[in-house]
């Protein structure tokens, strides 16, 4: 089991940036994926980023490219996701997951945070 606390989320200006973090702890796998799906008030949680262990195959979904930079420090067991250039469609609650394999489906993750709130404002 992996225990993950995602952190960083808040208010921001349409255009503006927020730094996303998850904090992991248990028990982790070289092997893992990690990565951040979303869901926003009355819609399903979709993906958003993937990273593999050693941070060398990165996935973005179409609408978060080039904004969004998702990265891992295996030191700190800690994953990032760096979000530039907000848009009010990037409102949702942001959680981390974590799996075995490559995947963009929420069945894909066995490992999953809380959540943090990200509001962005137009």
């Known amino acids: 089991q992996v225990q993950l606390v995602e952190s960083g989320g808040g208010l921001v200006q349409a255009g503006g940036s927020l730094r996303l973090s998850c904090a992991a702890s248990?028990?982790?796998?070289?092997?893992?994926?990690m990565g951040w799906f979303r869901q926003a008030p009355g819609k399903e949680r979709e993906f958003v980023a993937l990273?593999?262990?050693?941070?060398?195959?990165?996935y973005y979904a179409d609408c978060v490219k080039g904004r969004f930079t998702i990265s891992r420090d295996n030191a700190k067991n800690t994953l990032y996701l760096q979000m530039n250039s907000l848009k009010p469609e990037d409102t949702a609650i942001y959680r981390c997951?974590?799996?075995?394999?490559?995947?963009?489906?929420?069945?894909?993750?066995?490992?999953w945070g809380q959540g943090t709130q990200v509001s962005v404002s137009s």
């Open positions: 997951v974590v799996g075995g394999r490559y995947g963009t489906d929420p069945a894909d993750f066995g490992s």
């Open positions: 990273i593999s262990w050693s941070g060398a195959r990165t």
């Open positions: 248990g028990r982790t796998f070289s092997s893992y994926y």
